[in-house]
């Protein structure tokens, strides 16, 4: 029996949908129905529904995009921070019982010293000890470094999601309807295998840890809109800032992750993601607007 928080959200809607589609035994709560921030409270939801496994996919991410959460600093150390710490603390409480959290990748900027992605080891470089982060970006590091030493526990780490639906939330979405774009290399999720990836975590049972849960490689903005050119909109021109200044000046109120992931861990465990450029290829293939 598997515990869903937060599958009133863009990733824990997906959840529940492959919860449902797979037919896995599930209970879907909401802060609506039961407040399940409070430890007590979930303490008792836990036993209550003999939980054997518990998915965090709730948190605070601000709308329409984390520029949001410099104005809701306290909800969103709640949501990424203080959460994710009442919940282990009630699992822990509840008998012990496993559970996965969803992180972000948005904890790093750019790619490692030597050049190469950065892997689960490496200490995070966009952050309120590094000083140089968004408050979003600050409170999902947190967030891991409450989790850092506890037991039965994933931590899945999702970049920037995207699939074939069109959504507010969808990174290709986004990319079509700004009106000006940021050049940048992102490693990124699509948004069905990262949740499929971390429900085979669960099942076959592979050790506990963080995990990267990206598709295999980065890619460039200019690369998504030269694919969304090729396999969706022939006709459509990009703008681009001219340098991450402007972006910041005409665009946002608070500085971006832009950042490549190494996912080699996940792939060593079997589990099977596939590479940025065909994922991106089939969700423009299979583009919906409805
Ligand atoms: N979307 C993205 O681009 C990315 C998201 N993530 C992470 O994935 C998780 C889910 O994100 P996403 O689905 O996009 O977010 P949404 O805002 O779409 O949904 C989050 C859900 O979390 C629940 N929730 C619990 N506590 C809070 C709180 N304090 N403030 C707001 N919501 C709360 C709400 O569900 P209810 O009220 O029903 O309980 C809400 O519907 C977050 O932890 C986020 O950091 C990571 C990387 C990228
Ligand atoms: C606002 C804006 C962003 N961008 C770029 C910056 C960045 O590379 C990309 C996405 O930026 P946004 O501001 O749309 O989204 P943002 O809120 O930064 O997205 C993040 O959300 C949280 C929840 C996460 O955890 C991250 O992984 C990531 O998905 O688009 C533009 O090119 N033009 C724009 O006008």
Known sequence: MILLLGHTGYIGGEFKRQLESSGIEHRSISRSELDYTRRDVLISLIRESHATFLINAAGYTGKPNV???????????????????????????????????????????????????????????????????SWYSGCKALGEEVLADADDVFIWRLRIPFNEQASSRNYLSKLIRYERLLQAENSISHLAEFVSACLECWHRRVPFGIYNVTNTGSVTTRQVTEMIQRHLL????????????????????????????????????????????????QSLRDWSDE
């Open 67 to 133: 520029d949001a959460c410099e104005q809701h600093k306290s909800e969103c150390l709640d949501g990424n921070a203080v959460l994710p710490g009442t919940i282990r603390e009630a699992c822990e409480m509840a008998g012990g019982i496993p559970w996965g959290h969803v992180s972000s990748g948005c904890i790093y900027t750019g790619r490692r010293h030597d050049g190469q992605g950065f892997t689960e080891t490496d200490e995070p470089n966009f952050c309120f000890r590094t000083n140089n982060c």
């Open 234 to 281: 022939p006709d459509k021109t990009y703008d681009f800032f001219e340098s991450e200044a402007e972006f910041m000046q005409l665009a946002a109120k608070t500085p971006r992750s832009n950042c490549v992931m190494d996912n080699t861990k996940l792939l060593s465990t079997g589990i099977k993601i596939s590479n940025i450029q065909e994922a991106l290829s």
